[in-house]
């Protein structure tokens, strides 16, 4: 074999160095490439109280386990020679088009995980063109989350109290603040069982005994944002300083009723959307009720445990219910690949929580956008290689859900 030592002019087309990134965090956020791997850094910047209240569940967390097998169950069926140069990720989702079929659910305690809580995730999600959920136990006010993010598409997601007028009252405050949807969440007769938080003395604010300081020392970034920015404090209470179930239990209400539903609807000018629905005969008396969506969740398998799975429940509930109401998901979703399932099984729209503040703990703002960004590529991919180009050309006939449970 002949050999001669290489040309300059022939090594510099494959000697390109990439330009350095000066930032760790947009470092940090470029190597993550599913949400997976940003779990993975959020877990390492996050003190470990903080991170398992966003990473548990109920009890054994088994309905959080068996929500992400479903997903991980599903065999897709492609359609070939297709034209999929162009894909449209939009549609239609209660009155006005989103840019892509999934939004931010709504999150407690938001700025306990990252600083810039709900603020990221609401300017986030209107940069993104999708809707931004505000929970009532959010740590940014709605006329904060308001103007941060004037353009978003603004959700408020309601727990009825055991003080009516209280909980009526930010359902006033959100409808003057233009939030355009209400998510009355119905799963919370009382908190679930969260054992990771009670290990972990989980309170607000952190309780800072010896373990929590030894968790926190190699962690300096996150207690630096959290002791140099806004003290935490709720959007919708004054204070506390008891553990987190035993807040939720105190405020609660565990007498909602249908009753209640319908009176809710009517003081709310908006679209109203079911928050907790799991079985078929709720969703059917949901929308007997007029309202304008249900949501199928159980709530991240963070109350009741071996509940059913959102996904498993979909197909049934979309054929009862899916002429007269939107059908909504949340719980398991953890890539774009999983939001075109659920819409292929017939769901008109998802919700992510946990995805969503993953990246907010690896890298705030940038860290959310992170996220959408590496899902909405994820979704694009999917529908191109199932062969389709609009979210309405997906069917059951595209997805297998191979299922490990069946009922005896």
Not at 55 to 64: H, K, P, T
Not at 127 to 145: K, N
Not at 344 to 355: D, P
Not at 382 to 396: A, C, H, I, Q, Y
Request: glycine share 8%.
């Amino acid at each position: 074999m002949k050999r001669q030592l290489p040309k300059r002019r022939d090594l510099a087309p494959l000697l390109k160095f990439k330009e350095p990134t000066w930032s760790a965090r947009e470092r940090r956020l470029a190597k993550a490439l599913t949400v997976d791997d940003l779990r993975r850094i959020a877990r390492r910047r996050t003190p470990k109280a903080a991170f398992d209240y966003t990473d548990g569940a109920a009890d054994g967390e088994v309905s959080l386990s068996r929500a992400r097998e479903a997903f991980a169950d599903v065999e897709f069926r492609p359609a070939i020679l297709r034209d999929v140069s162009e894909v449209d990720t939009s549609r239609e989702v209660l009155g006005a088009r989103v840019a892509l079929p999934f939004g931010i659910a709504p999150t407690g305690f938001t700025r306990m995980m990252q600083s810039e809580g709900e603020i990221a995730g609401a300017t986030a999600a209107a940069a993104a063109g999708i809707p931004y959920s505000l929970s009532t136990m959010g740590t940014t006010s709605i006329e904060d989350v308001a103007a941060a993010a004037p353009g978003g598409r603004n959700w408020f997601q309601l727990y009825m109290w055991k003080d009516r007028d209280r909980s009526m009252a930010l359902v006033d405050r959100a409808a003057k603040a233009g939030f355009d949807t209400l998510l009355v969440t119905v799963d919370v007769p009382v908190a679930g069982a969260r054992l990771r938080d009670v290990r972990n003395g989980m309170t607000i604010p952190p309780t800072l005994s010896a373990r929590t300081v030894a968790n926190a020392i190699p962690r300096p970034a996150w207690w630096f944002d959290f002791l140099t920015t806004e003290p935490l404090a709720f959007a919708s209470l004054d204070s506390w300083s008891g553990t987190v179930a035993d807040l939720l239990d105190t405020m609660f209400d565990p007498t909602v009723t249908y009753d209640d539903l319908a009176w809710i609807k009517e003081q709310w000018p908006g679209k109203v959307v079911v928050k907790g629905v799991q079985t078929v005969d709720d969703a059917r008396r949901c929308a007997d009720v007029g309202v304008d969506a249900v949501l199928l969740s159980n709530h991240g398998g963070r109350q009741l445990d071996r509940a059913p799975v959102p996904f498993h429940l979909l197909p049934e509930v979309v054929k009862a219910v899916g002429s007269d109401v939107e059908v909504h998901l949340d719980t398991g979703i953890m890539s774009g690949q999983d939001v075109v399932a659920a819409v292929a099984q017939g769901a008109t729209f998802t919700l992510i929580g946990r995805a969503y503040l993953y990246g907010l703990m690896a890298g705030g703002r940038e860290g959310v956008d992170r996220t959408i960004e590496i899902m909405r590529g994820q979704v694009e991919r999917t529908m191109r290689l199932l062969g389709v180009r609009t979210l309405d050309e997906l069917t059951p006939d595209h997805v297998v859900p191979l299922r490990r449970l069946t009922p005896r």
